[in-house]
């Protein structure tokens, strides 16, 4: 279904009917109301305390994840320029697991597991607008605080929990319209995934350090991600959650702090592109390992 859609978005875009305007467009409708209304309505006054039990075990793990992307970040990249190594070092920290992942999670592994992704992306937002950002420029703290805590993700994960727990529900008319916006997280992201994938010249996927990239931040990572979590025989459906959002390709993200503070802006777009397209491949190949294994409940 997910490569259908891509496929979808590739085919209007080439036909017309998707500009890069609208791709623009699109983008800001999902990150700030699609996103943030599928992340409150995973969460719901039938949530168990094992349930929250295990969200605290996801967010231990995403800032664990953290700490092995700062050693990736120091050892992995050494030897490549300073311009493009900053791009690949935010790319390693933050990857398409909001705007791509989410979806993904969500058509997988169902509301509980948009639950626990959206408790695990709370680490990411922290460090992207913090060691992350501070790789592109020397923002003041204070603007990084604002950025972060004015997020509608952010936001979306508080009100989330406050809903748990107050005496009322919401009327079922509200319900039901933040489900239905809810419910477009799949098909409008893969539609800009697609449609960005249109704008591809087969040569630029023969650059090296995007393959390089895409080997660490496709395979390697969740590799070791499935690894410690196995042994430490953590909840089946947070593996799976923890292992298919470390698995999405480079975020569209880099590329617009890259042309902002005058970084390889070119080389950045270069590492969506590659990476977006080998996780065509890598993605059915992890969420049928997972399957086989049977990680994800």
Not at 234 to 239: A, E, G, H, I, S
Request: hydrophobic residues 55%; aromatic residues 8%; contains cysteine.
């Amino acid at each position: 279904m997910i490569l259908v859609l891509l496929i979808t978005g590739f085919g209007i875009t080439k036909a017309g009917i998707m500009s890069k305007k609208t791709r623009a467009d699109i983008t800001d409708i999902v990150l700030y109301i699609v996103l943030p209304c599928n992340i409150f309505s995973s969460f719901h006054k039938g949530t168990t305390p094992e349930i929250l039990r295990q969200c605290i075990i996801v967010i231990i793990a995403a800032f664990g994840l953290q700490l092995l992307y700062i050693i990736i970040n120091k050892t992995a990249y050494r030897k490549i320029p300073n311009e493009r190594r900053v791009v690949l070092q935010f790319a390693t920290i933050v990857n398409n697991a909001a705007f791509m992942g989410l979806p993904m999670v969500g058509t997988i592994f169902g509301p509980t597991g948009v639950l626990y992704g959206s408790i695990a992306l709370i680490p990411v937002r922290i460090f992207m607008w913090t060691m992350g950002l501070a790789l592109f420029t020397d923002m003041e703290l204070k603007r990084r605080v604002k950025v972060l805590s004015t997020h509608p993700c952010i936001w979306a994960v508080i009100l989330g929990f406050a809903y748990i727990f107050v005496p009322f529900e919401l009327p079922v008319f509200l319900a039901e319209t933040i489900n239905v916006i809810g419910a477009c997280s799949t098909a409008l992201p893969m539609f800009v995934i697609g449609s960005i994938l249109s704008d591809v010249n087969i040569r630029d996927v023969l650059d090296k350090d995007c393959l390089y990239f895409s080997l660490i931040r496709l395979i390697i990572i969740p590799a070791i991600v499935l690894t410690v979590m196995l042994a430490l025989r953590v909840d089946k459906l947070v593996t799976g959650v923890m292992v298919l959002l470390t698995a999405m390709p480079s975020s569209t993200t880099s590329v617009m702090l890259a042309e902002k503070y005058g970084k390889d802006s070119n080389f950045s777009a270069k590492t969506i592109i590659v990476s977006t397209i080998l996780s065509i491949v890598t993605l059915p190949l992890i969420a049928e390992a997972l399957k086989w294994l049977g990680v994800g409940g």
